[in-house]
């Protein structure tokens, strides 16, 4: 039982590459949630889904794009990176009881 | 939207000495969470606690939901107790908000 995973671990891109962060649960929750957190900060989510077929936008969408392939898989795609981007995302789930559990996280850096 | 709010944002303390942290709310939640964010950056789930007291070991945890807030016990701290402690808090199938967190220093 894996929990929640995302990958890559790292990544490093130049300013207007693309990417996509990918996450993956096994819990067979129907909320999931992309969260972006800067140094000294809390978290500032990005984008959540609540349910298979719906996503809805966050304090800070704007750049990023998500997609709920099915119940397990929630992505999040950066098409032209910049700087500002530079963080540490983490991806989310729960399920009925609103428990939510978190990734390990993704340090992207946009040089 | 929620305002969550916590306090102190730091504590530093010497190993063996215990603290509370507190988490403010604005409005009525359903769900309550405390993190504990390690050096090397995991989220780590403490407590679910939307009402009522938990423990589990040297750590407990209580939330009052009628008077928005909720305060997370470290007894006898130890030195892998440092990081940064946060709690969330959601209404119904709002987003999960959280607070910026306190950040906890234990020296040995």
């Known amino acids: 039982n894996a929990g929640v995973t995302q990958t890559p671990k790292f990544q490093v891109l130049k300013t207007g590459q693309s990417m996509t962060l990918q996450c993956a649960q096994d819990?067979?929750?129907?909320?999931m949630y992309w969260y972006r957190q800067d140094p000294g900060m809390g978290l500032r989510l990005i984008y959540y889904?609540?349910?298979?077929?719906?996503?809805d936008k966050g304090e800070v969408p704007n750049g990023y794009n998500v997609s709920r392939l099915n119940k397990r898989e929630f992505s999040l795609r950066l098409e032209s990176a910049a700087p500002s981007q530079t963080s540490v995302y983490f991806c989310?789930?729960?399920?009925?009881?609103?428990?939510?559990?978190f990734g390990q996280g993704t340090r992207l850096t946009v040089v | 939207g929620i305002q969550v709010e916590q306090s102190p944002p730091d504590l530093i303390l010497q190993e063996g000495a215990n603290s509370t942290l507190r988490c403010n709310f604005s409005?009525?939640?359903?769900?309550l969470q405390w993190f504990h964010q390690n050096p090397w950056g995991q989220l780590i789930n403490l407590f679910y606690?939307?009402?009522g007291t938990k423990q589990n070991g040297r750590l407990s945890a209580t939330t009052v939901a009628t008077e928005r807030y909720s305060l997370l016990y470290i007894s006898s701290s130890q030195t892998t107790d440092s990081g940064v402690y946060f709690c969330?808090?959601?209404?119904?199938?709002?987003?999960?908000?959280f607070g910026t967190g306190t950040r906890l220093t234990i020296i040995p």
């Open positions: 989310a789930s729960s399920g009925t009881s609103a428990e939510a559990f």
């Open positions: 606690i939307p009402s």
């Open positions: 889904s609540a349910s298979e077929g719906t996503t």
């Open positions: 819990m067979n929750h129907n909320s």
């Open positions: 969330a808090v959601r209404f119904g199938n709002e987003k999960l908000t």
């Open positions: 409005d009525s939640v359903n769900n």
